[in-house]
């Protein structure tokens, strides 16, 4: 997998609006954290690749690691529940997926009755997980299962909608240079700006599944802009500039004042609200984050550090990556990578800890409960390999899971105006 590229002036662009003094006793407090040794990081994630290497059961056909239940109502493969996301976790931890696990992804079925086309439970993502592993022919013709699914304009957002398999299609495209790929990516975002609701100058999409307005990064605005300025590097289309500009408009007016801050329901009318990554402040300023260098963005930016402040937990009912801890320690991630933030660094350590006393040690190494700490996950989503994905990250770097998917701005300006 390759890094975003963010240039220089870009990121004192961010720091400028990311390390803004954060006020109060408790940033001082927090200033103060001591940050976890790495040897013990390495060490558990070392385990937590070593519980998952002794638990993959390639008899079965339902699923090959211990997942969340809700794999069994969707299927074996898929990037957030399935095997895919946790292969994704091993290849960035060891550098391989063992070869009997990957022949059991690879040679897995899957058809357009079977599975969706989207990036967190369908095709989009297998192909995308197969892309990553090497396996180039048979993630085109996954992807081109999704690229006629009949399905694929019923949803907007990143993890179930057109967002998220056209965000595939940009990948594709990049790589292989194919113009198929691009119209694909293009059919997804003319859908969206067809679709979207234009309130002044922000854009909301109201989901078809549940017909409800979204906010955030998983179903909301936040994710759909993530696609949509990629969209426009690759074919200089002002309009979905816009449109992704006008996305992020439309989630930041959805945040809800809180005791500590501003933090986003689920959706429009939803009283909860949540600090986390697919659902939450954090997804919102994820994206935030990545594109507040860009021209028209500025305004937006200026909320970063107000967002930074909202985000930020050290106990959560989930150490998940979706909606627990993990994401949360994602962000504040990005902040100190991204932006130089010594705040964020010392509080991304604060989460790390939080995170490390939910692992449940087993003989053949450690383990995380899933959804509702009910039982032992190794999925993307609620498990183990979405928590390995963030402390893989906070050793030793690189791009973010279902954030940068190796897609780089710059290649697709370059492409557009080749």
Same mark, same amino acid.
């Given at each position: ?11 004192? @662009? ?38 998952? *290497?002794?638990?993959? $059961?390639?008899?079965? $056909?339902?699923?090959?690691?211990? &997942? ?45 009755? &079977? ?5 967190? %439970? ?6 995308? %997980? ?16 999704? +690229? ?25 495209? #990049? ?11 293009? !059919? ?6 067809? %679709? ?33 300025? =990629? ?11 816009? %449109? ?7 989630? *930041?007016?959805?945040?809800?004042? #809180? ?7 689920? /959706? ?7 600090? /986390? ?26 909320? =970063?550090?107000?967002?930074?402040? $909202? @985000? ?7 150490? @998940? =990556? ?15 990578? =991204? ?31 899933? +959804?509702?700490? !009910? ?15 963030? *402390? ?7 791009? +973010? ?18």
């Amino acid at each position: 997998m390759t890094t975003q590229s963010i240039s220089p002036d870009q990121a004192m @662009s961010i720091s400028r609006l990311a390390t803004q003094p954060a006020p109060g006793p408790r940033a001082r407090a927090i200033a103060e954290a001591v940050l976890v040794n790495a040897q013990v990081i390495k060490e558990h994630i070392d385990k937590l690749c070593s519980f998952i *290497l002794a638990n993959a $059961d390639h008899t079965r $056909d339902d699923r090959l690691w211990p &997942a969340d239940q809700q794999i069994f109502g969707l299927n074996p493969l898929s990037l957030a529940h399935g095997a895919c996301g946790t292969a994704l976790f091993l290849h960035a931890a060891m550098g391989q997926v063992p070869r009997e696990s990957l022949d059991w992804i690879v040679n897995s079925p899957v058809s357009i009755d &079977a599975y969706p086309p989207g990036l967190s %439970t369908g095709l989009a993502g297998i192909a995308y %997980t197969l892309w990553e592993l090497g396996q180039h022919e048979r993630a085109e013709e996954v992807m081109s299962l999704c +690229r006629r699914s009949p399905l694929r304009l019923s949803d907007p957002g990143l993890m179930w909608g057109a967002a998220g398999w056209g965000i595939v299609a940009l990948r594709l495209y #990049q790589d292989t240079g194919k113009d198929a790929y691009l119209d694909a990516a293009c !059919e997804a975002g003319e859908y969206l700006v067809s %679709t979207g609701i234009r309130e002044d100058d922000a854009m909301v999409w109201r989901t078809p599944s549940d017909s409800q307005i979204h906010f955030g990064y998983g179903h909301g605005g936040a994710g759909i802009a993530s696609f949509l300025v =990629l969209l426009g590097d690759a074919t200089g289309d002002d309009v979905f500039h816009a %449109t992704a500009q006008q996305a992020m408009a439309g989630d *930041l007016r959805g945040g809800l004042p #809180q005791r500590i801050g501003i933090h986003w329901p689920r /959706y429009r009318g939803d009283q909860a609200t949540f600090p /986390y990554f697919i659902h939450g402040t954090s997804g919102v300023g994820t994206v935030l984050i990545r594109n507040s260098w860009r021209t028209g963005w500025e305004a937006h930016g200026e909320r =970063l550090a107000a967002l930074a402040e $909202d @985000s930020f937990c050290v106990w959560s009912i989930l150490p @998940s =990556l979706f909606d627990g801890l993990s994401g949360v320690g994602e962000f504040m991630l990005d902040l100190h990578r =991204l932006a130089g933030d010594p705040l964020a660094e010392a509080r991304v350590h604060r989460i790390a800890k939080s995170v490390l006393m939910y692992g449940v040690e087993r003989p053949g190494g450690i383990a995380y409960p899933g +959804r509702w700490l !009910e039982r032992l996950a190794t999925d993307a989503s609620t498990g183990s390999a979405g928590i390995g994905f963030f *402390l893989l990250r906070l050793h030793a770097g690189g791009p +973010r899971f279902l954030v940068d998917f190796g897609v780089s701005p710059e290649k697709l300006q370059a492409m557009s105006h080749g």
